[in-house]
């Protein structure tokens, strides 16, 4: 297994603050990352290397991949399951999965648990 790493951008967003008025706060941006997980996905599926593929993401970047996955899978004859699992209720404004997976809502303490396993955080 092969790990990159990819440094964060740092931006400053501008959002209100709980009275309403402006605050501006730095977020960091990760950039090439959903690229970088899409061509190690699409290369496994290719070399028959996954049944199986768990997004922990909302992104909807990834339907691109889940729409190509299902083309290699085709393509090959097989079977190739796509999700995408998420945090919920997260408080974000679209409760679902990235289209063209299943999605798995999951409780928030085992989504976090997963980012820390993983490295990210």
Do not use: H, N
């Not at 996954?50 to 090959?76: I, N, W």
């Amino acid at each position: 297994m092969q790990v990159y790493s990819r440094p964060l951008r740092c931006r400053r967003r501008s959002a209100p603050d709980e009275l309403g008025r402006p605050r501006v706060t730095v977020v960091g941006e990760e950039k090439g990352s959903d690229v970088r997980i899409s061509l190690d996905v699409i290369q496994m599926a290719i070399d028959c290397e996954l049944d199986v593929a768990l997004l922990l993401s909302q992104d909807q970047d990834f339907v691109e991949l889940a729409r190509d996955v299902r083309s290699v899978a085709r393509r090959q004859g097989r079977w190739i399951k796509m999700a995408s699992a998420y945090p919920a209720p997260s408080g974000a404004t679209a409760e679902r999965g990235v289209d063209m997976t299943d999605w798995i809502p999951i409780d928030r303490a085992t989504y976090e648990a997963c980012l820390v396993r993983s490295g990210r955080r």
